[in-house]
């Protein structure tokens, strides 16, 4: 059964510190694995990663695939507040229809 | 754009009720996703469609739950008859062709039934 699983499950940390999510995922032949970042309601899009090794980035947040590990990592630097939320992984499978499969998502809290 | 837009925010209802979700999706989006989130199982896709038409329903529960996308701009979830544990929160999302893996979600609608 295709599965992926996130890590650590919750984390707290104070503002500044920065953070490490993990993804890892048992998905056959998958399209691409995506982040989604949940505060109070709607999840939205982070980022989407198709290729091995190659980092996407947006402002303080990161991220990168290894295929080989079937995992990916969001990295968050300098962390703020505002970054508390649920953050999501999920993997598209090889059919060509947008149905992805999520995690359980890793609940972050930052402390001022 | 509004973006995806569900309704109720909120419903609360008795076991055995009907309940009815709505979803507009983003306009010139061909696909449409109907998820459940519970604490226990996470985010869950229901059903999905493409271009109005289901395609894979193989996530809903069972008979009592059904989903209709009668034009490209509105979509149906309907649980008849609601019991307890289909309280979760429910959402809808979109997302384009060529990219039907950026999912675009709507604000989700709170289900509690009683």
């Known amino acids: 059964e295709d599965k992926v699983v996130q890590s650590p499950l919750s984390l707290v940390v104070h503002e500044g510190d920065t953070v490490t999510l993990n993804c890892s995922y048992e998905?056959?032949?998958?399209?691409?694995l995506l982040w989604y970042k949940q505060e109070k309601k709607a999840p939205t899009f982070l980022f989407m990663l198709t290729s091995s090794g190659i980092e996407k980035k947006s402002g303080r947040l990161s991220s990168i695939l290894d295929k080989k590990e079937l995992s990916s990592i969001l990295n968050i630097t300098a962390t703020q507040t505002g970054d508390s939320a649920i953050y999501l992984c999920a993997v598209a499978p090889p059919s060509n229809t947008g149905k992805l499969i999520f995690g359980q998502g890793t609940t972050l809290q930052v402390k001022p | 754009d509004a973006g995806v837009i569900q309704s109720p925010r909120h419903e609360v209802t008795e076991m055995g009720q009907e309940v009815t979700l709505r979803c507009k999706p983003i306009s010139g989006h061909d696909y449409l996703f109907w998820y459940r989130q519970t604490m226990m199982r996470g985010l869950e896709l229901l059903i999905y469609f493409n271009n109005n038409v289901p395609i894979d329903d193989s996530g809903m529960p069972e008979d009592r739950f059904s989903a209709k996308m009668p034009n490209a701009s509105f979509s149906t979830l309907k649980i008849q008859p609601s019991e307890p544990r289909d309280s979760a929160v429910y959402f809808c999302a979109s997302s384009p062709l060529g990219a039907n893996e950026k999912l675009f979600f709507g604000s989700g609608t709170q289900l509690s039934v009683l």
């Open positions: 998905v056959t032949n998958f399209r691409s």
